[in-house]
């Protein structure tokens, strides 16, 4: 079954972003491939040594998983050795820093929003390792929890659900991101989020569902999209399910 609203990483060409070396990435998510306004989703590969270079990016936030290989994250104040299933969130305007240190590639999936779209004025590069930059805001840089206590979200039934990025755990302004694990009798019931764009990403299992009314499958590596406004919902499966459920909406204030 083929959906529009389906996203796959081998559909999707590889392009070597600006500050960064070493780096391939592909944009699931984005103005460019779904019209997306709110929400960019990219699924990046980087090589040993290689990584982002120190910039900012102001007016924008930035969530990163790291799906494989590990890397070393910097932050103003901190850095931190991420492997595979640790997340990173950059506030807007923070200055960071990654490199890779393992012999094995690392593959990240890299969400901003709003989207950045390679946008040369959405990005400020340090002017050297001296820039006071690099450690403005530091006591402001908050550590993400590992295992949040459980919550609910309006709609969902039978599910494991933790925030990850949210205005509680990181104090983000644009994005909310959730694990989400779906038992097998576990779904989500018909629902729209207005003013807000989001996307699954299926870690394990096979989801199914509708938006608008048209059906979709989705399995486990791929994302799907859903509209800003549009109408969602996931049926039971019979297994368990992984999901990260990811929001992005305008800035709260």
């Known amino acids: 079954m083929t959906s529009a609203f389906v996203r796959r990483a081998a559909d999707v060409a590889a392009y070597a972003p600006a500050n960064h070396t070493g780096t391939a990435n592909q944009r699931i998510i984005g103005k460019e491939t779904v019209g997306a306004r709110r929400l960019e989703v990219l699924l990046g590969t980087i090589s040993r040594g290689n990584g982002a270079l120190p910039h900012a990016h102001p007016g924008l936030e930035q969530a990163s998983l790291m799906l494989a290989g590990e890397g070393l994250g910097e932050l103003p104040g901190k850095q931190q050795v991420l492997r595979a299933g640790d997340w990173s969130f950059n506030a807007a305007g923070v200055f960071h820093r990654f490199e890779v240190i393992s012999d094995e590639p690392v593959r990240v999936m890299v969400i901003y929003a709003p989207p950045y779209s390679e946008n ?4 400020v590069l340090a002017s050297g390792p001296d820039d006071p930059r690099l450690q403005a805001g530091a006591a402001e840089v908050l550590d993400i929890p590992r295992s949040a206590d459980a919550i609910t979200l309006p709609h969902y039934r039978g599910a494991l659900i933790r925030p990850v990025i949210t205005r509680q755990t990181v104090d983000s302004r644009f994005l909310d991101i959730y694990t989400v694990d779906l038992d097998p ?19 394990s299992g096979t989801i199914h569902g509708h938006i608008n009314g048209e059906r979709f499958a989705a399995a486990a590596g791929e994302w799907v999209y859903i ?3 549009a109408e969602l919902s996931l049926e039971p499966e019979g297994v368990l399910r992984e999901l990260i459920v990811i929001r992005a909406h305008d800035p709260l204030p």
């Open 120 to 123: 040369p004025n959405a990005a």
């Open 185 to 203: 009798d576990g779904g989500a019931e018909p629902h729209r989020l207005g003013e807000t764009e989001q996307a699954i990403f299926v870690r």
């Open 227 to 229: 509209p800003d406004g």
